[in-house]
């Protein structure tokens, strides 16, 4: 007979998609869920930095992701994956370590990753949020840019994300022509954003060009990743703005609010713009 | 008898302090000038960048530092040191490499860096520069601020920077109270910027916490610099912005146009806030 608790929490798909294990021996694995696609087998940077940040903070002295610099190197594809970890130099206010994933002689992804203990302390001075209207007034991300058929996202049915009608005009093809997007997102799962959550949310909005008319998958080079504070519940506040787009190559800013208005993450990345 | 050719370009100190050469066994050496210090005998850690990107274009088979993306593991010293680049997947469009500083298996700065061609293409959108008065009507950097003495900093010598008015109130005791500073800068030997001179430009100006009353040397943790396109000869103009200052912890986010407005770099880096 099975028992199950009424009252636990039910497990979150994050969570799990995320889950770094040790294996005999003492090298680390996850299984990446190919559920956390941007369109057919390509796993969003986001979520492959959320795995590497849960490598980083398992033997650290500190718990929490506070700046993570990544280069993706290679395709990373869904599956089982190694993971190792080279600590450096650790103290009592933060700590650094080198995490990569695949070969660690040819890897695929390598991160660099500082952790620290955040605290509760409010901020001496934090940048306010933009306007923005509330989530019942935005529009699921779900949609067809300009009309054309895309390939089903599974990160969009995993990260509830309710776009600004004022910067959501290419999904009816008519892109502003401002590369910017804003937008509520929550785990569909139901988990409480974190920092590890936040590393997440960095790169979960489509390419901003997208806003400007270039359609299409624009795979992530560098992505630099800041945690800044630990995350109220409820929906959080991501606006991505890309500085310029040229010679095929696009930058995107991303800034996170928390449900009480304190920015709580940034990121900036070099992506690749879309060939149409 | 010394001949001299009176129409070559003097030599420039920039490339002489940031200058990378091939050992015996064919590693790399530089030897940081104690003249590029932001304070005592701390480097700037633009300075030592440029020195890991000069390190990483080498052998790469591309010419450009587009992305860098560097975590400040110790302190890095004036004097020899040794350069170790680890390359990448590289390919047409770019090349990666990891550059270290030090002991290779302990090392002070560990630096991704991605290679690219940067080429003359118009941009398809590009943010606008600030509003900023001309050079001439900017104030000289090498100020004392709150009208606390400080120490000599060679970065200060090196670097000529013209602080915008408006945004300079902390070097007469008058912080903003907005950690936002702009400023033209150019090196002084004369030399014309190109993406090894925007590496430096992007960690250049004073903490933008100066500029909310807390002084002191802000050291960075992580930086990420990405360099956009090559810049026009002339003054560039750098924006420093902090997002949020809280829990000892301060970020910084430059953006750089050159001298014809055009977007040519972008940073962000993450700082200890320094303590008063």
Known sequence: MLHTDPTAAPPSAFD?????????GGSLTAVLDPGWDVGGQVLNGGYLLAVAARAAVLDSPHPHPVALSASYLRVTGPGPAVLTVT???AGRTLAHALVTVGDPADPTLAVQVTTATLGGEPP???SPPPAMPPVEQCLDA???PGGRPVPVVGLRERVETRLDPATA???????SGEPVMRAWVRLTDGREPDPLA???????LPPTSW???EFGWAPT???QVLVRALPAPGWCLVEARAGEVAGGWLDEDYRIWDSTGRLVAQSRQLARLPRG
Do not use: E, K, N
């Open 169 to 175: 005009g290419w999904t009816t093809g008519q892109p």
């Open 198 to 204: 936040l590393v997440l949310f960095a790169d979960v």
């Open 124 to 126: 001496v001075y934090s």
């Open 221 to 223: 080079v560098q992505l």
């Open 211 to 213: 806003a400007i008319g």
């Open 142 to 144: 779900d949609a067809t």
């Open 16 to 24: 799990a998609a995320t889950a770094v294990s040790r294996a005999d």
């Open 87 to 89: 600590p450096g130099p």
